[in-house]
């Protein structure tokens, strides 16, 4: 079964600085990766997800992630943050056959 | 607002009771998600519905189980609780059958309580 690790559980940025989020997977079958955000008291919402085609997927709200499959890999990126980016950040990652599985998230505090 | 719509928003039950969850889909989706997100093992896929059928299975525990209807709205059934079922439990809905590909809309989720 696939694992996915996001090894930064608390990410304190100041507003607009850069910020990465990391995540990797375990396994290197073909797979489908995503990005989820998740803002205090609602549900998850998309940000982006990579299928196939171009390594560098952009999302919404200014987000983007490379895939690198040679480092199993799918980091978030953002060149400027604001504080509506406070949130929790979920890393995805499935497989044909519909299973789903999630890391185990990191909040990331933009900071005035 | 995703359009995916759970009930109840908040639910306080006691240990060995049995609760159900509601979750209604976007309308025109098919697919039905449901996950378990608690503080110790972070977010969990349980269980997907298509148009009716069962299609995929995650960390369902078998005191657990889900249906979904003929007009499409899902519930999702705790029995035996225990305090460790304690969580926020979630519902994503879809439009088709392959959610490896396919776009998850979430809804605001049922917190579960177990006293």
């Known amino acids: 079964a696939q694992s996915v690790t996001q090894l930064d559980s608390q990410v304190p940025v100041f507003e607009e600085a850069p910020v990465e989020l990391r995540c990797n997977y375990s396994s290197s079958v073909s797979v489908y990766l995503f990005w989820y955000v998740q803002y205090p008291n609602q549900g998850l919402q998309l940000l982006l997800k990579?299928?196939?085609?171009?390594?560098l997927v952009k999302g919404i709200n200014g987000f983007e992630a490379e895939f690198n499959k040679s480092q199993t890999s799918f980091h978030l990126r953002k060149p400027s943050v604001h504080i509506s980016d406070t949130a929790e950040y979920f890393c995805a990652v499935s497989e044909a056959g519909n299973q789903f599985y999630f890391g185990t998230g990191t909040s990331l505090t933009v900071i005035p | 607002d995703s359009g995916v719509t759970q009930t109840p928003k908040h639910l306080i039950t006691a240990t060995g009771q049995r609760v159900t969850l509601r979750c209604s889909p976007r309308s025109g989706d098919l697919s039905v998600y449901w996950y378990q997100q608690s503080l110790d093992q972070g977010l969990q896929f349980l269980i997907q519905y298509y148009n009716g059928e069962e299609r995929a299975k995650g960390n369902i525990l078998e005191r657990f189980s889900a249906q979904q209807f003929p007009d499409l709205h899902s519930e999702l059934n705790l029995s035996s609780l225990e305090l460790g079922d304690s969580a926020l439990y979630f519902c994503a809905s879809s439009v088709l059958a392959g959610a490896s590909t396919d776009t998850q809309y979430f809804g605001p989720g049922t917190r579960l309580t177990v006293l």
């Open positions: 990579y299928l196939s085609g171009s390594t």
